[in-house]
Each structure stands twice: as structure tokens, then as C-alpha cells.
């Protein structure tokens, strides 16, 4: 009896077990059962079906599934790496239809658990110190969603071939090729099925990719490329799939999987395969149906006009277009459960928008920063939702993310990813703040450089900030640059009389050619991004009332000091003296390029760039920038601070919020009723 037991357990582990022909092959055709024996990480886990599901709609998140035993790749740890090959099916089923996030991996690694790796563009394999490092000795084959550019992604639909860092070694947009040998465009994220199947030679060293939505290998592999993996793979290593999820995200299942040294592993048949579930339904908020029994009392029916009452009194009005633009949207309901019903206690800021509260969605348990916009013109709004919309495909390191939004009546809710830290104007001029390090002002400068440069010339259309300063620049959780605002101020673009142009910007910060002609380029956001340098280097604000007259305004007196050979006299104090020399200088003198009047004179974003990694000599000469047109009397005489701040009246239908103590502040102008600033 107890053997016939001991037979049936036996019987029962082979079932639930991956068919293991050797001890160097192995078969899923299904994960069920196998859940004790796949070793799972993060979100992954065993669905009911018998599929694997790495990721589901929880942002900023990885699930990993790695074959629990290490797979000999090498006869020993100095030798060659073998031939190995797999066969796998996934599919990729983004939270919204077109935008999901990051993708999947096959991998190769030397541990399971991979401690210390992101989710996000790193795909649970890497992060960001170690990206890149010979000693990571990680292989992997990604399946892209999302197109990181500090990855030199080629696109959000792309497979790549990863040797220790997640800038892929080479790497091909998704296709496949079908019968009659044609190459097909290929939507990873569609939703579908994909069989993927990775080969390596390791006589030849030569590593080919395939893909298709079939269950036939096609003939030719749409990656193919040389690559000695004898030094990243290891003698023992594991082999598994790693996904993640950023601020958007994606449900990643694999289906079945085969693998195999020294051979070629099979193709799986994907009818056999577990099925995907059904498209999912949107979840707008239905209106709840009721039903009442005849019998109910009136003290419920009373209880439920009162509730009716509260839910049509909160529930959002959408209108048709709002639908069209589709992703991205927040409930209502869902920003103010998040910010508390926007409690003052959650305000961690005015932007020059509007107010800024902090936020902690429900379901996926992340922190937001909600910006809250009045906005008068009802008619604007479809427009700039849009450009919203769009914009919140932006995506790069330096910028702060923008994660949806939401109308309700006139206002409208931006969601963003929060910053820990702050904006960087508090640790300029608050004092009760602790100052920051040349070294961390260095790299914030950097980040934001390398964030504008990618609005003006990297992503698929210019985007023009408009208003880049201090206050606009908010630093993470170490302490990196980003820009946040961008685009908003097209908002009241949108909505204005065509028959003005508004400008809008921050005294100090505008470019004078923008005043005149109210047309904000390129070269007015690199006149803003000058006056921020010098900001930052200098501990002060580009206009200082409260300064001495000769050093009221910042450019004038930073150039004096250059004309003088004392630009260091500019330094912030609080840096005491602890810097390095040479960056200050190649920053000011950039400061004072950018800072010139003449728009052809200041340098593009990617000079700048150029110029603060330290590829290209900064002249050695500079042309004075001939800050607002000093007319013989100088800048310093005070007159001339006063005509410039009354000739640009606060106009009237803004909300003013600020967050500067001065009065000189966010000025908004109106060019057509306001004589131009230089003349
Ligand atoms: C999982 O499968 C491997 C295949 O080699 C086997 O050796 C191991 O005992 C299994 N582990 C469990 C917990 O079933
Ligand atoms: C590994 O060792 C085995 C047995 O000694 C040998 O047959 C095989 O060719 C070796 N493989 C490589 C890649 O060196
Ligand atoms: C990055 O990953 C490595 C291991 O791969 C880990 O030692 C290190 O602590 C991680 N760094 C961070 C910042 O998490
Ligand atoms: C690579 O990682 C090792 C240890 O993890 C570290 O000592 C080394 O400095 C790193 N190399 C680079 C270039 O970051
Ligand atoms: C990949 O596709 C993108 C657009 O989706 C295109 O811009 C890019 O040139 C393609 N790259 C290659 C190498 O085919
Ligand atoms: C090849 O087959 C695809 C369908 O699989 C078809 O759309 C395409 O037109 C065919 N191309 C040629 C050149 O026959
Ligand atoms: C690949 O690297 C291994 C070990 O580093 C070396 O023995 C082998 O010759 C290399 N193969 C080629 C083709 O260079």
C-alpha cells in the first residue's frame, strides 16, 4: 500500500513537472503545476491556465521566472561557452491599447534573484550602477515597448540583444519573415501571441533571433549577428524571463517554453498553448444599478437619495472627445481618493500654473504629484488635452513624467510622477535648506541640459518649454535635474483671443526677442536654460532686488566680473570655496553665451551639451551680451528695473500664484498692449 502511495507521488511530481528528456533539455507546453518549481520574483506567478504571467497592470513593477536549477554553459570557467537554443511564446497585453510598458527578456544570469535590479527600462535585470559592467555577466534578449533614449533605443517595437548593459549590442525593429519570405511588421505589444526563438552557435559564435505569430520557424531570423558569449556566460547559469512595468503597464505572458544545449529546440504549436484572456473591458465607472425590493423602508430609500445625491454631485461629466483621446485619463474620483479630496494639508506646491498636490493612487500604491489648473475657456481644453495626451508620451530620465490627467468642469488635473526632493530653487535660496554641492549642481545642469535637449531636437516634434527656471526644475530621489511644466504654458495659447499673443515666462528668464515677438523658439528656452546656469552657479536669482544696484541684474554683474578676470568673485558663497574650477568657468562663460541678446548668437542645446561634457573648447572670447540694451546709463541705475517690471502688469485674468515673495514674479505678457522691452 504504501509503495502503491509511493508510486503515485512519483507519478504525480513527473506530471506536474517539466519533461526532462536530459539534463540539459527541457519542455513547458504549459506552466501548471510546475508553480513550485519555476522560481518565481516580483509580481510573476502561475495563472489557473497554466501560463506564465510575469507582469500584470501594477506599475513600476518586475516578475521574473527562472528554471530553478543551473544549466552547464561552459566545460569549464575559462572555456567556451556551448551552443544552446530555445523556443518560447509570449504576448504583451498593454493596460491601455497602444501605450504599455517595458517589455520582456529572455535571460541568461549568473543568479535568480538578480538583487538590486529595476524594473522599468531595466527590465528587472540591470540598474543603473551597474548597467554596462563587465561583471554582471548577463545575457538577454529583449522584447522593447517602450524607447528608453539614454538606451539608444531604436523604437517602442524592437528587439535587442543585450551583453551586460541595456544598451543592446545590436538590436532590429519587431518583424518577421512570412512564406513567401516577406518581411511583416510585427506589434509586440498587440495583444497576440509570439513565438520567439533564440539560436547560438558557439562554434561560429553567431547568435540568430526569429519571430513570428505562427507556430513554423520562419527561415530567416530578423537578428543575426556575431557575438562571442564565452566570457558573459558563466560555467553554471541561469536561464528564465524578466519583465517590468513603468509608470504605464503591460501584462506579460510566456506560454510555453523550450530550451536545449547543443541542439536545436522545438517549435511549439501555439493552438496547443493556453488561451490569452479576452480583450479587457474598459472600466469606466458605471452608474450602479439597484434594485430595490418593494418592501424597502423608507429610512433606506432616504439613504440612498442622499448617496445618489453625493455621486452625481462628484461624478465626472465626460464628454465624447474626451473618450477619443482615450488613455492616460484618471477619475476624478480616483485624484481626489488619491490627494485626500485635495486636502491643503496634501499641497506641497504652486507651480506657475496652478496648485500642486501630493498623491498616493489606490491600486498600484504610487506616489503622484496632482497639478490642479483653472482654466477659463472651456474651447482650449479639447486642444491642449490633446497636446497633453501627447505630450505624455514624452519620455526621458530628465524630465518629470506626466502620467494622465483628468477635466472635470474647468479644471484640469495633471498627474505626475512625484519628486521626493523638491525643486531646486528651495536649495538655491532657502536658507533653511541645505545647500547643494558643486558636484550635484553639475550634474542637475547636465540632466536638464540633456532633458531640453531632447524636447527641442530628439523626440518626434520640438517641443519649446517656455518657461524653464528654478522653480521648474525638480529634483528625484538622487538628486537629478528634471524639467517639469513643459508644454503648459500653450494652455492659455489655446485658450487667448488669436488676436494676442501672449507671453508667458518669468521675468529674468525671457528672452528679449520673445517680448517683441511673442513667438517663443529654440533659442528663448537656451536664453532661459543661460539665466538658470548662472543661477545655479551663483546662488542668486538672474533679478535681485534685493542686491546692490550694480549687481540687480545677474548677467550684467556676472559679466562685468568676466571683463574684470574675477568671474570667480560670482561663486555662490555657500559653496565655500569648495569647487572645481573649471566646470564653474565652462558653466558661466555658457551662461553668459546663452544669456546674449541676439538669438543667433546663443548656442543650440546640443553645443551645450557638447560643452558641459567637456568635448568642445568653449571660445575663448565672448561677445558681451549686451543684457537689455543698456542705453549709455548701464544697467545698475534702478530707472530702468522699474520700467521693466511696470511695463509687464500681471494680467489680470491669471490666477496668480507664486512662489517667489517678490513681486517680481511670473510675469505674464501681453504683448500687443505692452510696449516691447527692447526697443
Ligand atoms: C524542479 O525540476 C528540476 C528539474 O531538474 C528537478 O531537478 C527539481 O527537483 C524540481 N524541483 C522541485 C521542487 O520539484
Ligand atoms: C566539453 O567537454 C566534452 C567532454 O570532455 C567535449 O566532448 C566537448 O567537446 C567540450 N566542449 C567544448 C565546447 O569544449
Ligand atoms: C545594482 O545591482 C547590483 C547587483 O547587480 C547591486 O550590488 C547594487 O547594490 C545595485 N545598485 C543599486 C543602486 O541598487
Ligand atoms: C563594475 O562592478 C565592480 C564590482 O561590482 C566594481 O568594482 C567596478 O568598479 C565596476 N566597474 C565600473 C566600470 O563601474
Ligand atoms: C524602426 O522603426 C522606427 C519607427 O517605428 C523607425 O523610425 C526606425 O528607423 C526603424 N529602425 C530600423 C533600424 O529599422
Ligand atoms: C506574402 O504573404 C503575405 C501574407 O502572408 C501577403 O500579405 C503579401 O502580399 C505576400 N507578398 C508577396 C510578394 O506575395
Ligand atoms: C570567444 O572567447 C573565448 C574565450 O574568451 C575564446 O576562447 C574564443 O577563441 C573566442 N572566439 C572567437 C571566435 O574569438
New binding site residues.
Given amino acids: 500500500m504504501a509503495e502503491a502511495l509511493k508510486l503515485f507521488w512519483v507519478f504525480v511530481?513527473f506530471l506536474s513537472?517539466?519533461v526532462?528528456s536530459q539534463l540539459d533539455e527541457?519542455f513547458y507546453d504549459s506552466f501548471h503545476g510546475a508553480g513550485?518549481?519555476l522560481s518565481l520574483n516580483g509580481v510573476a506567478k502561475i495563472e489557473k491556465n497554466g501560463m506564465l504571467r510575469l507582469t500584470n497592470d501594477v506599475a513600476r513593477w518586475f516578475g521574473r521566472g527562472f528554471y530553478?536549477?543551473p544549466i552547464r554553459f561552459k566545460n569549464s570557467s575559462g572555456g567556451k561557452a556551448f551552443s544552446f537554443s530555445t523556443a518560447f511564446a509570449f504576448a504583451i497585453v498593454p493596460q491601455y491599447p497602444t501605450l504599455g510598458g517595458h517589455g520582456l527578456a529572455f535571460a541568461i544570469t549568473s543568479t535568480k534573484e538578480l538583487p538590486g535590479a529595476l524594473p522599468r527600462q531595466y527590465l528587472g535585470l540591470l540598474n543603473a550602477t551597474d548597467n554596462g559592467n563587465s561583471t554582471n555577466h548577463v545575457f538577454a534578449v529583449e522584447f522593447d515597448t517602450v524607447q528608453d533614449f539614454e538606451f539608444n533605443d531604436i523604437s517602442d517595437n524592437h528587439v535587442g540583444i543585450d551583453l551586460n548593459s541595456m544598451t543592446s549590442y545590436a538590436s532590429a525593429n519587431a518583424s518577421y519573415f512570412s512564406d513567401n519570405s516577406t518581411k511583416e511588421y510585427l506589434n509586440l505589444k498587440g495583444g497576440k501571441t509570439i513565438q520567439a526563438w533564440i539560436d547560438y552557435d558557439g562554434q561560429r559564435d553567431q547568435l540568430n533571433v526569429f519571430l513570428s505569430p505562427h507556430s513554423t520557424k520562419p527561415t530567416s531570423p530578423i537578428l543575426s549577428c556575431g557575438v562571442n558569449l564565452s566570457s558573459i556566460l558563466k560555467e553554471f547559469m541561469y536561464v528564465g524571463f524578466s519583465a517590468s512595468t513603468g509608470l504605464l503597464a503591460s501584462s506579460h505572458y510566456v506560454l510555453g517554453w523550450r530550451f536545449k544545449m547543443n541542439g536545436v529546440a522545438e517549435s511549439l504549436d501555439l493552438s496547443s498553448l493556453p488561451k490569452l484572456p479576452g480583450p479587457k473591458r474598459n472600466n469606466t465607472p458605471l452608474i450602479i444599478g439597484v434594485s430595490v425590493a418593494a418592501t424597502s423602508m423608507i429610512v433606506f430609500a432616504v439613504a440612498l437619495a442622499f448617496y445618489l445625491i453625493r455621486k452625481i454631485k462628484n461624478a465626472d461629466v465626460i464628454e465624447a472627445w474626451e473618450l477619443d483621446i482615450g488613455p492616460h485619463r484618471f477619475s476624478y474620483q480616483e485624484l481626489k481618493k488619491a490627494t485626500r479630496g485635495f486636502r491643503d494639508k496634501e499641497l506641497i506646491g504652486f507651480g506657475g500654473f496652478g496648485k500642486v498636490y501630493k498623491g498616493t493612487l489606490r491600486n498600484s500604491n504610487t506616489q503622484v504629484a496632482v497639478k490642479r489648473i483653472s482654466h477659463e475657456s472651456k474651447q482650449g481644453m479639447r486642444e491642449f488635452v490633446s497636446e497633453i495626451a501627447s505630450i505624455g508620451r514624452l519620455r526621458h530620465r530628465n524630465l518629470v513624467q506626466l502620467l494622465g490627467w483628468c477635466r472635470r468642469r474647468g479644471d484640469l488635473l495633471l498627474v505626475y510622477d512625484y519628486m521626493p526632493n523638491g525643486s531646486l530653487d528651495k536649495y538655491l535660496f532657502d536658507t533653511s535648506k541645505s545647500t547643494l554641492s558643486w558636484e550635484q549642481r553639475f550634474k542637475i545642469i547636465k540632466g536638464v541640459a540633456s532633458g531640453l535637449l531632447y524636447l527641442h531636437e530628439e523626440w518626434e516634434q520640438t517641443v519649446i518649454h517656455r518657461d524653464i527656471k528654478a522653480g521648474n526644475i525638480l529634483l528625484d530621489s538622487e538628486l537629478n535635474g528634471r524639467l517639469g511644466d513643459f508644454g503648459l504654458a500653450k494652455l492659455y495659447e489655446h485658450g487667448s483671443n488669436p488676436s494676442t499673443t501672449r507671453v508667458v515666462g518669468t521675468l529674468g528668464y525671457l528672452a528679449p526677442e520673445l517680448t517683441r515677438t511673442g513667438k517663443p523658439t529654440r533659442s528663448s528656452d537656451v536664453f532661459a536654460f543661460g539665466a538658470l546656469l548662472l543661477e545655479v552657479v551663483c546662488g542668486r536669482r538672474p533679478v535681485e532686488a534685493k542686491a546692490l544696484p550694480e549687481e540687480l541684474i545677474l548677467v550684467d554683474w556676472v559679466w562685468e566680473r568676466w571683463r574684470e578676470g574675477a568671474i570667480l568673485d560670482v561663486v555662490d558663497p555657500r559653496l565655500k570655496g569648495e569647487y572645481d574650477e573649471v566646470e564653474v568657468v565652462v558653466v558661466l562663460k555658457l551662461g553668459l553665451m546663452c544669456s546674449n541678446n541676439s538669438p543667433a548668437v546663443r548656442p543650440s542645446m546640443r553645443q551645450v551639451l557638447r560643452y558641459l561634457e567637456g568635448e568642445v573648447a568653449l571660445p575663448e572670447e565672448l561677445s558681451a551680451p549686451d543684457a537689455y540694451d543698456k542705453k549709455g546709463g548701464g544697467a545698475g541705475d534702478g530707472f530702468e528695473f522699474e520700467d521693466y517690471v511696470h511695463s509687464y502688469p500681471a494680467s489680470s485674468c491669471f490666477e496668480k500664484v507664486s512662489t517667489w515673495s517678490s513681486a517680481v514674479d511670473d510675469v505674464d505678457v501681453e504683448s500687443s498692449s505692452v510696449s516691447p522691452l527692447v526697443t
Wanted: hydrophobic letters at 35%; charged letters at 0%.
Fill in positions: 511530481f513537472n517539466p526532462l527541457f513550485n518549481n530553478p536549477s
